[in-house]
């Protein structure tokens, strides 16, 4: 009788252990998935592009490694679920070889200021950047937007909606928001769809996610749903798009890119999708110098 008891209660331990485990895994921040760009420093740290409510909104701003008047620019958007992440984490870095400068933004977090506030300050942020474009020798003419996960699925629906007067914000006004091209890189196109598709895990760090973003989720919120899905947006005067997605992606369902592919071709916009075969959520084939050298070439070709 002892050893029995000695048995469950082994078996529940490991039990315990295997619940706490879950938890804490279902709980990570997706912005583990982007490490930081290692020995690359921004030239310019913390530049503030808007003040909101007493808050500094900031960017670290990387220039290229050759001279060049006037670069163009990339707009890094930073991922952590719209909950969590910095502008610290920004693994594009081999972009500045081939002549990009980057500008890598933080946004208000879900946390602490629900959606649409991260599209607002991601806006401002361009108009601020376009505004001081001759300051900082960037050209106006060639901004692209790119971001992963939570920043991937911000970069689209940034790129998408220059024209959206409810996610345009009220900072920096008298210039455009437009960006020429976008990246997303295993990012979300329709929070109205997301959670059909999604796995266990996936529906594990979704539900809360979406809760602090939307403020329910997208059945109780289907407007404010739609509103923040890129692939709503989409019509005829869009930016060309590449799209990068695991096919075994935990996390990020791959419909959702594909989603944002067919809503592109119905427009018949210029549109990349690359799949990475066994790619998990921002796991090994996503920033890889193949990759990240295609992209850079593709996006503004002489």
């Avoid at 996610?167 to 329709?190: C, P, R, Y």
């Amino acid at each position: 009788m002892r050893t029995h008891c000695n048995l469950i209660t082994k078996f529940m331990a490991k039990a315990l252990a295997w619940i706490v485990a879950m938890v804490v895994i279902a709980g990570m921040p997706a912005a583990a998935v982007e490490p930081s760009p290692t020995g690359i420093s921004p030239e310019f740290r913390d530049l503030e592009y808007a003040r909101v409510d007493g808050q500094s909104l900031q960017l670290d701003l990387y220039q290229p490694k050759a001279s060049i008047d006037a670069a163009p620019l990339i707009i890094w958007v930073h991922g952590g679920a719209w909950r969590s992440g910095s502008k610290d984490q920004m693994p594009v870095g081999r972009w500045l070889q081939h002549g990009f400068a980057i500008a890598s933004v933080d946004y208000r977090l879900s946390g602490a200021a629900p959606f649409p506030a991260q599209a607002h300050d991601i806006h401002s942020a361009i108009r601020w950047l376009r505004l001081h474009s001759v300051e900082y020798q960037l050209d106006p003419a060639r901004f692209a937007i790119a971001g992963s996960s939570a920043g991937g699925h911000l970069a689209a629906l940034v790129g998408t909606t220059s024209d959206v007067a409810e996610l345009a914000g009220d900072q920096n006004l008298g210039v455009t928001s437009e960006v020429q091209g976008i990246v997303s890189f295993f990012g979300a196109s329709n929070l109205v769809t997301i959670l059909d598709q999604s796995t266990p895990h996936g529906l594990s760090v979704r539900v809360p996610a979406l809760q602090l973003l939307l403020g329910g989720q997208p059945r109780e919120k289907f407007e404010l749903a739609r509103l923040a899905s890129p692939a709503s947006h989409v019509d005829a005067s869009d930016p060309p798009l590449w799209l990068v997605h695991g096919d075994q992606d935990p996390q990020m369902p791959i419909e959702q890119s594909l989603e944002l592919e067919a809503a592109y071709q119905r427009q018949k916009l210029p549109v990349i999708f690359r799949v990475v075969r066994g790619g998990k959520h921002g796991g090994e084939g996503f920033f890889t110098a193949e990759q990240l050298d295609r992209i850079s070439l593709e996006l503004f070709p002489e």
